[in-house]
């Protein structure tokens, strides 16, 4: 908050502020409409800071302080530019002898100073100081000595300006200076997940930023190695291209900052949804029309309309990898020179092979040539980072040599059999698959050398789940993929691990990673695209027949393992059966069971949880008993269900027929659709239940009045446990059947926060509902028994209180999802035996959605048999089985059509 000002010359106070903020408002206007050369926004930036520096030169003389006082600009408005809404951060340094608090008069004009800055619209951040103190707390801090560095004198005696710069010189320590900027640069990027190929990035902050051109500067200035680009490159610690390269890149970045600043009306330095479009807007971009490359008789005429975000987020992106490859090269090259300075003399590098050399861990080049003169040597450059010991990274002379060599990774390049054999060799090699990789997007030699992976390269994905650019994910899933394969990582994923044991050819799954979403942003079906572009690769690459087959299969297939365990009834024997069919193979099986986990938790850290896990693997198991010639036998499987339920039911001490009441009330379709354990619950619980409710009532059986949607008859039964899938809580509901109960479930759940991501609904011989959700709270607490209460006491009283079901709520949209909304679609279609109806819902995510839908299902007089929902990040795609009496009417279906799409509209 800004300190209470105390009047310095009231009239020129107000006469400063008036020429300040005019003169502000037409700096601002030319930088949001500036549609010159990007490099020309340091000029307007410039004369930003010198506005600020003329405003605070005439307050610092209005204030009258004693002499020896000086005015310092530190930190980024020191370097003589200032950013729309950046602080201008300020220092009042004082002499030694002043002692504030024992002269108030001094005190009382330098609080003055800092609020007649406020009062005329100057946003500072001051801190007042002595030399020693300022010494002092640089010493304790390399934030506070690193806006000293770039300190820069405004007004006052300049006497101790200067001499307070010398004593920050020779205090200074270059190396415990180097390695301190590198810890934060590292604990900066971890912050920003080490990526500059976030959705909504940092354009200051996140890798690739402008912060990672500050610390080049920073580290440079404290060497004594030259403050600019133009000093780095007469120091040969960059090339000119180099130095031409930093400064376009700098040039940009800040651009897009400045123009944020203009378009928010604040600080705001990240790329948010909601400023892309605008943002892309003022950068002359437009919606383009972009034609699909894909031979494919309806691909050819397929279009679509790219976003003009999407053409600046690439930009940026590309920006933003070159910055952190430069960055790399060119800390590593003042780490070297700074190491020298101390040794003296630098340990000689160790010969790996004719071409390259070992260079204290990292792998050096023998030559500048090299790649220009071998290029072959370009890929074996990460076959070695994989195989030779001791090997950690790539030297800045081996960065350097890859950046200046992506001109000759061209087509004949890539057409080079010794260049295909070595690729095959990196994705065969046992161990370093992951780094590799990265490293080989990090310095644009993936793309280069596989044409198709090159356009996934920043390509934004709005489809609400992924918060990765394609070409992230793509290696997110390569990672995932691997980790299969190393003990070390057997905890995270233990069936996948067991599968992945008894694999013979690990690569295959990672070609297939590589290429399962690279047709993205091509148009038309982007997993024909990707399994085009993969038979292409295995053609050109030599695979076997078996091989080439097998990876083609999962690429074009990589979505419809997770399609069919998340929106299909994996009891119906027919969608078993129909599954195995497709993949055909239990080896085709078991690697498209690995591949769509590795997709799936590749896609958010929030997608992934345990229900969807038990989903995938009960789809696996049963595919895996057909394809191993035991066809389905709903009956057999009835009997093992049953069997094995008893046995658990046995460990409880149930009499020996207890079950016999509750099972004679159910049909085949129930022991279908639940697990033995889930059996064995239900069994207990219920029978415990008519157990009580006959010893209290004797031998009258209660009839239960289902009319007007109120059950009279018993209270529901509902009982509650943790789930034994995960986190999450599994609900039972008891109850006399009527219309409207699967909606009052939903509403009760919708009002306490709970999210609803499995129901299955049955309904007992006798009119009796017998219906299990699988719920995530909120918030789960330590003790998971609060919300097992809760539920408990709670929903009984729900349900029974009846009347006219409240209104759904109207929930808010997130900002995601206001700039990329996705256009609501409803599906329905009988199923094959033309007894119940498949409804499919996608839609974009909000509280108390699940409500509204089963809100229109209740009004239309149709029950629920099955609910699946599916929620992926910010989008839901849920899927009903469901059944009504007036379904096979073409007006009712349409009816139904307009009401669903009606409630899935949400309230901004």
Request: hydrophobic share 45%; aromatic share 8%; with cysteine.
């Amino acid at each position: 908050m800004p300190p209470v000002s105390t009047p310095i010359a009231t009239v020129a106070t107000v006469a400063l502020r008036q020429r300040y903020h005019e003169g502000r408002a037409a700096l601002w206007a030319q930088i949001g409409g500036w549609q010159g050369p990007a490099r020309g926004i340091h000029a307007p930036l410039r004369r930003l800071a010198r506005l600020a520096d003329d405003t605070l030169r005439q307050l610092w003389r209005q204030a009258a302080l004693p002499p020896g006082c000086t005015l310092v600009a530190v930190g980024g408005y020191g370097r003589g530019e200032l950013f729309p809404h950046s602080d201008i951060d300020v220092l009042l340094l004082l002499p030694e002898a002043l002692e504030l608090e024992a002269q108030p008069a001094v005190k009382a004009a330098l609080e003055a100073f800092i609020g007649a800055c406020w009062d005329v619209g100057l946003s500072i951040g001051s801190s007042v100081r002595t030399q020693a103190q300022c010494l002092h707390e640089a010493a304790a801090d390399v934030t506070v000595q690193t806006a000293l560095l770039e300190s820069r004198w405004l007004a006052g005696a300049r006497k101790p300006f200067e001499l307070l710069v010398c004593a920050l010189i020779d205090a200074l320590d270059a190396r415990a200076f180097m390695q301190a900027k590198l810890l934060e640069q590292r604990q900066r990027h971890q912050k920003y997940e080490n990526t500059p190929y976030a959705l909504e990035p940092n354009c200051k902050e996140s890798p690739g930023g402008l912060r990672d051109l500050h610390t080049i500067l920073w580290l440079a200035k404290a060497a004594g190695l030259g403050h600019s680009w133009d000093q780095l490159v007469q120091r040969g610690l960059a090339t000119a291209l180099e130095g031409r390269q930093l400064k376009a890149k700098e040039a940009l970045l800040s651009l897009i900052r400045a123009r944020l600043h203009v378009l928010a009306g604040r600080c705001e330095d990240r790329l948010v949804f909601d400023l892309q479009s605008t943002l892309a807007h003022s950068f002359g971009y437009r919606a383009e029309l972009e034609a699909d490359d894909a031979p494919s008789p309806k691909a050819l005429h397929a279009r679509r309309a790219r976003r003009a975000s999407e053409a600046l987020m690439r930009r940026y992106y590309w920006a933003a990898k070159a910055v952190t490859q430069l960055n790399e090269v060119l800390l590593l090259n003042i780490q070297e020179r700074i190491d020298a300075g101390e040794r003296g003399t630098v340990q000689p590098p160790t010969p790996i092979n004719e071409r390259f050399l070992d260079k204290g861990g990292m792998l050096e080049v023998v030559h500048d040539d090299l790649y220009w003169q071998q290029p072959e040597a370009i890929l074996e450059t990460f076959l070695l980072h994989q195989t030779a010991p001791g090997i950690t990274g790539l030297s800045a002379r081996t960065l350097r040599a890859l950046y200046n060599a992506r001109g000759l990774m061209n087509a004949a390049f890539r057409r080079d059999v010794r260049n295909r054999a070595t690729f095959m060799r990196i994705l065969q090699q046992p161990s370093g698959i992951t780094h590799a990789f990265r490293l080989m997007n990090q310095t644009s030699v993936l793309g280069r050398y596989l044409w198709a992976f090159r356009r996934t390269v920043g390509q934004m994905q709005h489809d609400l789940f992924h918060v990765y650019t394609v070409d992230q994910h793509i290696l997110m899933v390569l990672r995932n993929v691997r980790r299969f394969f190393i003990p070390e990582h057997a905890h995270e994923y233990p069936f996948c691990a067991r599968l992945a044991a008894g694999w013979d050819k690990p690569w295959l799954l990672y070609v297939a990673a590589l290429f399962h979403d690279i047709g993205k942003g091509r148009g038309g079906d982007h997993s024909e695209v990707g399994a085009r572009e993969v038979a292409s690769f295995a053609r050109l690459h030599g695979l076997e027949r078996a091989d080439a087959e097998l990876i083609r299969f999962l690429v074009a297939e990589h979505l419809s393992m997770s399609r069919v365990a998340q929106k299909e009834d994996l009891s119906d024997p027919d969608v078993i059966a129909a599954f195995a069919r497709r993949v055909g193979s239990e080896r085709r099986l078991c690697a498209l069971y690995l591949l769509t986990v590795a997709d799936i938790r590749g896609t958010s850290p929030k997608v992934w949880n345990a229900w969807k896990a038990k989903l995938l693997e009960d789809l696996y198991h049963a595919t895996l008993r057909v394809l191993g010639g035991g066809a389905p036998d709903p009956a057999a499987e009835i009997e093992a269900r049953k069997r094995e339920a008893l046995a658990r039911l046995a460990l409880h001490a149930l009499p020996q027929q207890a079950h016999q009441r509750l099972w004679q009330r159910l049909d085949v379709g129930y022991f279908m659709r639940h697990s033995a354990d889930e059996i064995a619950w239900h069994t207990r619980q219920i029978s415990k239940a008519l157990h009580e409710r006959a010893t209290a009532h004797g031998s009258e059986r209660h009839e239960a009045d289902v009319g007007a949607g109120v059950s009279v008859g018993p209270a529901p039964l509902v009982r509650v446990r943790q789930s034994p899938v995960g986190e999450g809580l599994q609900v039972l509901v008891h109850t006399a059947d009527h219309a409207e109960l699967f909606v009052r479930v939903c509403a009760y759940f919708d009002r306490g926060g709970f999210s609803i991501q499995d129901a299955k609904i049955h309904t007992t011989l006798d009119g009796y509902a017998l219906d299990t959700f699988q719920v995530l709270p909120a918030s789960m607490p330590e003790q998971h028994r609060e919300w097992i209460a809760q539920v408990e006491n709670d929903l009984p009283l729900a349900l029974q209180q009846g009347g006219p079901l409240p209104a759904p709520g109207k929930g808010r949209l997130s900002r995601r999802v206001k700039s990329f909304p996705i256009v609501p679609r409803v599906g329905l279609q009988p199923d094959e035996k033309g007894q119940r109806w498949l409804l499919t819902v996608s839609a974009s995510d909000r509280i108390g959605l699940l409500y509204a839908i089963a809100r229109v299902l209740a009004q239309h007089q149709i029950d629920v048999q099955l609910a699946k929902v599916s929620t992926l990040g910010e989008r839901v795609e849920d899927t009903f089985l469901i059944r009504g009496p007036h379904l096979h009417l073409v007006r009712a279906q349409a009816q139904l059509n307009h009401d669903l799409l009606a409630a899935l509209e949400a309230e901004d």
